[in-house]
Nanobody
């Protein structure tokens, strides 16, 4: 079982950058697919980015492609989301999630473990 804790959220101006971190506990972290999701007030939780076991096979939502970068460090049990060129529409609570399974997924329902979320606010 994995426990996840996000950090790094905050207030940033439009065009600015933030780096989110997700610390995972559990001896089998390197076997999990990892993802970042976000949820804005009144909206459903949506996929942002995911990464495979070994740091390969990254995939992004079209809305963040070219601006966000997901990465992981299995030696430290960490996942990161570098967010550049932030826009007001990126404002949301960002969640780190872990999935055990045989295939990658962009659907929240396929992820078994979730962090508590970290707030990202983008001022215009």
């Amino acid at each position: 079982q994995a426990q996840l804790e996000e950090s790094g959220g905050g207030l940033v101006q439009t065009g600015g950058s933030l780096r989110l971190s997700c610390a995972a506990s559990g001896r089998t972290f390197s076997t999990y697919y990892m993802g970042w999701f976000r949820q804005a007030p009144g909206k459903e939780r949506e996929f942002v980015a995911r990464i495979g076991w070994n740091g390969g096979n990254t995939y992004y939502a079209n809305s963040v492609k070219g601006r966000f970068t997901i990465s992981r460090d299995n030696a430290k049990d960490m996942v990161y989301l570098q967010m550049n060129s932030l826009k007001p529409e990126d404002a949301a609570v960002y969640y780190c999630a872990a999935r055990r399974g045989d295939y990658e997924s962009s659907f929240p329902r396929d992820y078994q473990y979730w962090g508590q979320g970290t707030q990202v606010t983008v001022s215009s």
